[in-house]
Structures are given as C-alpha cells and as structure tokens.
Nanobody
Framework: QVQLVESGGGSVQNGGSLRLSCAAS????????MGWFRQAPGKEREGVAV???????RYTDSVKGRFTISRDSAKNTLYLRMSSLKPEDTAMYYC???????????????????WGQGTQVTVSS
C-alpha cells in the first residue's frame, strides 16, 4: 500500500503561482504511476496531469503550458507547479497512485488505487 499526503494549497490571486507537494510512504514509490486530479464543487473529479516512473508526463489541455508535474524518487515526493493560475483552477487537488502496468495516461480516476486527502486551491479574480 501507499499513503499519500498533499500540501501546498492556498489562496492566490488571478495569475499567481503555487506548488503542490504529495509525500508518499509505504510501498516502493517508483513502482507507481502518479497523478494529480482536481474536483470543484458540483463537478466531477478530473485528471490534471500524470507522470510515469521515468518522468514522462501528460497534461489535460486546460493546464498545458501553465502546470508542471514532477517527481523526486529520492524524496518519495510528487509535485505540481502551477503558474498563471485562473479562477477556474479553483478546486480541491488530489494526488493519486496507480500500478504502473496499467499506464493510465487517459486520466481515468478508476485506474488509480491510492488517494491523498486533498489540498484546497482557491484563485480569486
């Protein structure tokens, strides 16, 4: 099993930046495909970015060029650098882990078996 704990959320103004972190513990971190998801009130959870154990990444269209996902295997930590934030980025952000064999590049939440508790990001206009 993997335990995930997010941090780094907060309130920023339109155009601001934040870096989210997700500390992993438990099973071997490098065995897992990692992802960031978000969920706004009244909306379904959506995939934001995913990254494989080699550092290959994919982003949902709405965050391309603004968000960067990365992982530090030595620290067992996943990151999401967010810049040029917009009010529509406001949501609870979750990190998640999937078994690498599934290669969940299509952001299906059901492919991810372990989830953190979430960290809130609020962007004001």
């Amino acid at each position: 099993q993997v335990q995930l704990v997010e941090s780094g959320g907060g309130s920023v103004q339109n155009g601001g930046s934040l870096r989210l972190s997700c500390a992993a513990s438990g099973d071997t971190y490098s065995n897992y495909f990692m992802g960031w998801f978000r969920q706004a009130p009244g909306k379904e959870r959506e995939g934001v970015a995913v990254i494989d154990s080699d550092g290959g990444a994919r982003y949902t269209d709405s965050v391309k060029g603004r968000f960067t996902i990365s992982r530090d295997s030595a620290k067992n930590t996943l990151y999401l650098r967010m810049s040029s934030l917009k009010p529509e980025d406001t949501a609870m952000y979750y990190c998640a882990a999937a078994y690498s064999v599934l290669e969940p590049w299509d952001f299906h939440p059901s492919d991810f078996v372990y989830w953190g508790q979430g960290t809130q990001v609020t962007v004001s206009s």
